[in-house]
């Protein structure tokens, strides 16, 4: 089994670990990932398209002609997945569209078809939930993890086709599986903020407080997700929303391969912690995961 990578922008540019911990996990599992070359940002689902939905057709078309037809195309982001599924969507639904997409592509030499997959790196893994489970070797007992789905991963419902948008489980299966306690929470398939910083941060910050409010008062010790632009706002805005509004937060932010990873046996040192903004060294030890 095998599918090509699509990295996106934001992983290698700035959450390079977090690739590492995917690889590695899939590696263990014995599902190839293959690198191509020539892909370019997605498109952003949120930019591009609402300035010009053709131009958005067309960058994502051309990635997706550079597939090689293994498995299809696998990503480790919601964005990307979204915006690929959604020029497969598109594509399909439109005939007219489709030849002008290509007529686009055909000065760059390319054109598409659109038929190849497109798959989130959660869900491979949670159609392979036995292999997965198969080789957990340390299971993550005391971990309590919010997990946060975020909006990408399951919206547009049309265009992602993947788990139920109100009441979603997918992930949640994932955790448990590797030995970990779900925690459920208030606003757990709410937006995390994100999308709205550039235009109305303040609003942005809101959006995450509310959401790690909910989180403290369920009882959780982590937050897990599978999304690069949830990742950094929860990561990167827990110390911002301490000096501005006194509180304390300091929860731990797993990437889901990174969940994954400590339960396939990989030390910490091998995942990139260090490069955690809330290290997960205090976790560790407070639940004496490392003896």
């Known amino acids: 089994m ?60 051309r990635n997706l002609s550079l597939a090689n037809n293994n498995g299809g195309v696998i990503s480790f982001c919601s964005g990307c ?17 489709k030849n002008e997409v290509n007529e686009v592509l055909k000065s760059v030499g390319k054109s598409y078809d659109g038929l190849t997959p497109v798959k989130h790196f959660a869900q491979v893994l949670y159609e392979n939930l036995d292999k997965v489970k198969e080789n957990v070797v340390k299971p993550l007992e005391n971990f309590k993890v919010a997990v946060h789905y975020g909006c990408h991963y399951l919206r547009p419902s049309e265009i992602i086709q993947w788990d139920d948008p109100f009441e979603p489980k997918t992930i949640d299966e994932i955790v448990v599986a590797l030995g970990a306690e779900s925690v459920d929470y208030d606003l757990k398939i709410e937006c995390c903020g994100n999308p709205v910083e550039k235009s109305d941060n303040e609003l942005s910050l809101l959006m995450i407080d509310n959401k790690l409010k909910a989180i403290e008062e369920s009882g959780a010790n982590c937050v897990g997700l599978v999304c690069p632009a949830c990742y950094q706002q929860y990561e990167f805005n827990q110390r911002e929303l301490n000096k501005k509004n006194e509180s304390n937060y300091e929860f731990p932010i797993f990437y889901l391969s990174e969940l994954v990873a400590l339960a396939f046996g990989f030390k910490p040192e091998e995942l990139g912690f260090n490069f955690h903004r809330i290290k997960p060294k205090v976790l560790f030890e407070k639940i004496q995961f490392f003896e």
């Open 81 to 97: 997945v979204e915006t690929l599924k959604g020029v497969n969507h598109f594509l399909n639904k439109d005939e007219k569209v």
């Open 2 to 61: 095998g599918y090509d990578i699509f990295l996106g922008c934001v992983i290698p540019a700035r959450l390079p670990f977090l690739e590492t911990s995917a690889r590695k996990i899939f590696d263990k599992l014995g599902i190839e990932l293959n690198d191509v070359d020539g892909f370019s940002c997605c498109p952003d689902p949120t930019g591009i398209e609402l300035i010009d939905h053709k131009t958005w057709l067309a960058l994502g078309a």
